[in-house]
Antibody, heavy 118, light 108 residues
């Protein structure tokens, strides 16, 4: 069965960096685009970034552009999100999500909490 | 930009029908997808392409579309349906993903 396991969250000071990872299993990872979606405490869902199945294209929400970098290793079935220059407003649960039909999300990880605080 | 607007909250009694709307602010309207999120859990897809139901989702969940508004209907609401519901669409380029603000369904 499809499994996405998010990891790497924690408490980090403003301005510092953090790298999230997502381990995928149960499907052919290299055939699917992948996303990161986040949810601030008590708030709604916010799309963060997408990477195409082969890593050839990457797109970001304006709120994270030039600070976050999405990447993948198809040989290790792993998705990453490198987060630099973190701000308090980046505090959220971050979900790794599988793309379906270049339109929606069909499988979600369990999420990993990132807290940006001094 | 493409924006989706949902009511913040909807309340129904058990056994009644709940309707949650999602209005797009631009044409052409993209297909809309609905997710259920129970407290402390990851979202789950309940409707795709406006009105299609994934396998494993109860038949009481249905979707419809009229103009720029899509509606998620839950017939015979049960206590377990109490959750937040989010609509989502790709933007017109198909590159970005847009979420509505979410609707909290309360089962009184």
């Amino acid at each position: 069965q499809v499994q996405l396991v998010d990891s790497g969250g924690g408490v980090v000071q403003p301005g510092r960096s953090l790298r999230l990872s997502c381990a995928a299993s149960g499907f052919t990872f290299r055939n699917y685009g992948m996303h990161w979606v986040r949810q601030a405490p008590g708030k709604g869902l916010e799309w963060v970034a997408v990477i195409w199945y082969d890593g050839s294209n990457k797109y970001y929400a304006d709120s994270v552009k030039d600070r976050f970098t999405i990447s993948r290793d198809n040989s290790k079935n792993t998705l990453h999100l490198q987060m630099n220059s973190l701000r308090a407003e980046d505090t959220a649960v971050y979900y790794c999500v599988r793309d379906r039909s270049n339109a929606y999300f069909d499988y979600w990880g369990q999420g990993t909490l990132v807290t940006v605080s001094s | 930009s493409y924006e989706l607007t949902q009511p913040p909250s909807v309340s129904v009694s058990p056994g009644q029908t709940a309707r949650i709307t999602c209005s797009a602010d631009a044409l052409p309207k993209q297909y809309t997808y609905w997710y259920q999120q129970r407290p402390g859990q990851a979202p789950v897809l309940v409707i795709y392409k406006d009105s299609e139901r994934p396998s494993g989702i109860p038949e009481r969940f249905s979707g419809s579309s009229s103009g720029t508004t899509v509606t998620l209907t839950i017939s015979g609401v049960q206590a377990e349906d109490e959750a937040d519901y989010y609509c989502q669409s790709p933007d017109s380029s198909g590159t970005y993903r847009i979420f509505g603000g979410g609707t909290k369904l309360s089962v009184l």
